[in-house]
């Protein structure tokens, strides 16, 4: 058992460690963070001044398209499966993760799919333009002849999360610790379990929805089409069935990370640990009967409006429960601000702030207005960027030193921290005010009333952009160049079983099961 | 142990993984199509009526407007002859569609009806439609194209006007692929 | 007027918080002064739209509040309870009745905001008798309104010029937000909008009226306005439609009821007008001409300002076949679309003379050297003798 890692690249293309899984997961994840990046900033360049200057409408389109879908299924999700994969069996006691081979597999097809992804935008039509919500007719009849890439690419990347969580699910329920119970796992494995249920359950229906566009386009079925008695609006009602519990997908593993953050700067433990435990479970199954909140112009009967209304604003209470528990989780304690505790804070003001703009989009009539504006890219910027993108970036310092044996320098983390804090507010902040205003999104030009806060927001974007090469600079000077380490307790107020292992963390860890009283 | 409950729950897992494929699939349009005519979501109405409605409700006067459009690049001239009528609930109308296809070759349509407001849909009873069938026009043919109906008395208070909409599809090609596959 | 009162007393108290800059400006004219003053949902010009800026300003200020008290403690802890300053943590978790506590206030908040929320959804909802109906048809990418009963139907299009969009020319002041035809409404009357859509899903939205509607192909959806104020008020397409989504907005303009009559009045004559027209012989340079600002309005969004199209999407009239082949066939396109394309059937869209300036625009601009004519009195015959 005290073999280490095979060398040279065998090691990573025949991977069954979970750390090893994990890295890559993390390092692809950033790859396409930083690609992602790229079609934003073309985004913000582009809308920095009225007028087309840099791209076409057409090619503008591709971008706000491409941009969402490598952002949401290449840079968040696979993010946060890397982090699960290096923590979950280090926090459960486990060996590795319960099915190690199939793990090699759901990371090693995920670059293909993107491959097949990225490859459209090279070919003749482009890449998708249809929004990564890629609503049908825009996105059958009428899409360029690449969308067929687009959905093989779509039905990898589903493949590849489905195994994911298969194997989260199957390792936290048979590899914990003995004296592991259920309601002794940190929370990060906790909302991961919950988001790998939602997984399973939810990405099937996105394979269904791509797979009946593929039907329609190439085999003369009519599910979206209204002249063979198909819905184009059925199509919104089962994209946001997947696509309501995906947010939450994304989010939850993020409250996890701050859950385990807080306590430790704040040197207390989490104040309601196990009605955090409820909440995230209940936020969890709302996610399945509020879909339709995406689709209150499409011109539902009162009654749906009413019903989805009220279930959404329902949301805000479990949420609730979630922000005043990390506050009072910080009340009374010894507070100190490392650069993980920094983004912590910053995910609950921002995190929160987004969420008071979910509630006033709940408001059905009211979002008459907002839907569809900037508004709504302000709202989800905020809950997707500092919420899930602060989390993580906030978990990649907190346990880079476990991982990795060295110290990260504190100076440039809080450089990259308060740059990309004050660029996010710049950047997104004004999209709030575009909206209202009304502009609305996926927008290649505007006009000139508009001029202003797009100026505004674009430097805000540059600046929160400039501070992602910080970070990669920062994670590679650590790697490279950092003070080493070996205190198996990086952090003072740490609890948990990962902090009782040496640093950095052994190839192999827990062979033998630790006792969990 | 522990290989054996891993195997089971990923089992379990995977069945759920493709049930939920085949929910999405299979049974989520048929389900939504229940669903619409249940409650009129998407104002779609039924097929051809061919049950009875209570008596003629002469005190309750109802405005049906009707609009024409064409999908895509659909040449044909398509239009109600009149634009509006007033009925009373339970009473039977009739009204007709001018279609002319002035292109020169022979082409196939199908209208596609839809109502709105929403909860009137159910309530719109058509007893005899072109819509119930293809229209089939040869080059430079013109047609008026009937459509009988009866507005259920039981038709919401709420609900003085009613619009229903045609929107015509060239479905040529998607018939000629069909007649091509059968022969 | 309870929610007017809280909203003083907000302002009074709040002077700091940026939302209180949020004057009640933004009056849809206004707004065009500086792109600084654009801070907040203009509070519009009909019932529904005043509903949904109260209903906003309510959700607002309850979440100013709720702010400060969370923001508030979380603050103070930050500056009180740090352990630079020495400050023990306590240890205190878990706690049923500070979870009950705040489970159940937000639970009441929400409750009260269902009340008005609910109230203005079923204002929206209202299908009473309308005094006019309006059908509005999404193309990629422009507007099409008809005036039911009144046999008025027009396209409405974005005017701005493809140089100023490209930055070759100056930018005028409803850059991107001026058509070629407003939609003009009575106001006081209660207008009825039917919208559908004729290729992919766009959405109507106006601000100031407080409507925002899908426009699906093939499914027809209804909604409503009552403007109280005569004024021009601009809005946009709001669903991802394709590359012309930010180029197809929308112009209202609300008149007196005297005004409206006057102009549906002069709309029918001019429709008239038009039809004599076809009957005339234009010159080659009056063709040319006409045909170039018709060409720039209806067909430079997909087949391009200079005729080249975008390869892969939309093909080139420069050098086509079609351009430079026989007018029949350069007839039957424009009149009749091609079936399973993005080639519409501009037979009903546009006037004969257009369609014939357009033709001939097509077959002699950017070095096409046909030299043939197409006059409206050949596309009439064409489009009756076929």
Known sequence: ?517 | MPINATQKITLKLVVVAIGMFVFAVFLMPPLYDVFCELTGIGGKTKGQFEGTTAAVDVEREIKIQFVATNNGAMPWEFSPLQYQVRVHPGEKTAVEFYAKNPTSRDMVAQAIPNITPNNAAEFFHKTECFCFDKQVLKAGEEANMGLVFIVDPELPASVTTITLSYTLFDVTEATEAAVATTN | MVSRLKQLVAYALSPLLLLSFVGQNAHAEDAHASGWSLLNMPQGVTSVSNDIYDLHMTVVWICVWISVVVYGVMFYSMFAHRKSKGYKAANFHESTTVELLWTIVPVLILIWVAFPSTKSLIELYDTTEADIDIKITGYQWKWQYEYLGEGVEFMSELTTSEPAIYNLEPKTEFYLSEVNEPLVLPVGKKVRFLLTAKDVIHSWWVPDLGVKRDAVPGFINETWAKIDEPGVYRGFCAELCGKGHAFMPIVVNAVSEDEYKTWLAEKKEAAAVLREMAKQTFTLEQLMAKGEVAYNRSCAGCHSGNGEGIPGAFPALKGSAIALGPVAKHLDVMVNGVSGTAMQAFGGQLSEVDLAAIITYERNAWGNNVGDMVQPIDVLKFKQGQ
């Open chain 1, 1 to 517: 058992m005290a073999h280490g890692p095979a060398k040279g690249i065998g090691r990573w293309l025949f991977a069954t460690n979970h750390k090893d899984i994990g890295t890559m997961y993390l390092w692809f994840s950033f790859a396409m963070f930083l690609l992602g990046g790229t079609f934003a900033m073309i985004i913000r360049a582009e809308l920095f001044a009225p007028g087309m200057q840099l791209v076409k409408p057409e090619f503008f389109n591709q971008m706000t398209t491409m941009h969402g879908l490598v952002m949401v299924f290449g840079a968040i999700m696979p993010s946060f499966v890397g982090l699960a994969n290096w923590m979950i069996p280090l926090q459960i006691g486990a060996p590795d993760m319960a099915l190690p081979r199939m793990n090699n597999l759901s990371f090693w097809i995920l670059p293909f799919g993107f491959a097949l992804l990225a490859s459209t935008l090279f070919m003749e039509g482009g890449a998708p333009n249809f929004g990564w919500t890629f609503y049908a007719p825009l996105s059958t009849t009428y899409a360029p002849d690449t969308v067929n890439f687009f959905i093989f690419g779509v039905h990898i990347i589903g493949a590849s999360s489905i195994m994911g969580s298969i194997n989260i699910i199957a390792t936290v329920l048979n590899l914990r610790a003995p004296g592991m119970t259920m309601m002794k796992l940190p929370l990060f494995v906790w909302t991961w379990l919950i988001t790998a249920f939602l997984l399973v359950a939810v990405m099937p229906v996105l394979a269904g929805v791509v797979t009946m566009m593929l039907m329609d386009i190439n085999f003369g079925t009519s599910f979206f089409d209204a002249a063979g008695g198909g819905d184009p609006v059925l199509f919104q009602h089962i994209f946001w069935f997947f696509g309501h519990p995906e947010v939450y997908i994304i989010i939850l593993p993020a409250f996890g990370v701050v859950s385990a953050i807080i306590p430790t700067f704040s040197r207390k433990p989490l104040f309601g640990y196990s009605s955090m435990v409820y909440a995230t479970s209940a936020i969890a199954f709302l996610s399945f009967i509020v879909w339709a909140h995406h689709m209150f112009t499409t011109g539902m009967p009162i009654a749906g409006e009413l019903y989805f209304m009220y279930a959404t604003m329902l949301i805000a209470v479990p949420t609730g429960v979630k922000v005043f528990n990390w506050i009072t989780t910080m009340f009374r304690g010894s507070l100190s601000f490392e650069t993980p505790m920094l983004f912590a804070i910053a995910f609950v003001i921002l995190f929160t702030f987004g969420g008071f703009t979910g509630l006033m989009l709940a408001v059905a009539p009211a979002d008459i207005q907002y839907h569809d504006s900037y508004f709504v890219v302000g709202h989800f910027h905020y809950v997707m960027v500092a919420g899930a993108v602060f989390s993580m970036t906030a978990g990649i310092y907190y346990w880079l030193p476990k991982w990795c044996g060295k110290m990260y320098d504190e100076t440039m983390g809080k450089l990259q921290f308060w740059i990309a804090f004050i660029g996010f507010n710049i950047a997104f902040i004004p999209q709030h005010f575009l909206g209202l205003a009304g502009m609305p999104r996926r927008y290649a030009d505007y006009a000139l009333q508009f001029s202003d806060w797009n100026m505004v927001s674009s430097i805000g974007a540059f600046m929160y952009g400039a501070a992602q090469l910080l970070f990669l600079y920062n994670v590679i000077r650590t790697i490279v160049a950092g003070e080493p380490t070996s205190e198996e307790k990086t952090w003072e107020g740490a609890e948990g079983l990962e902090w009782t292992l040496p640093t950095p963390a052994p190839f192999h860890t827990f062979s033998t099961p630790p006792e969990v009283k």
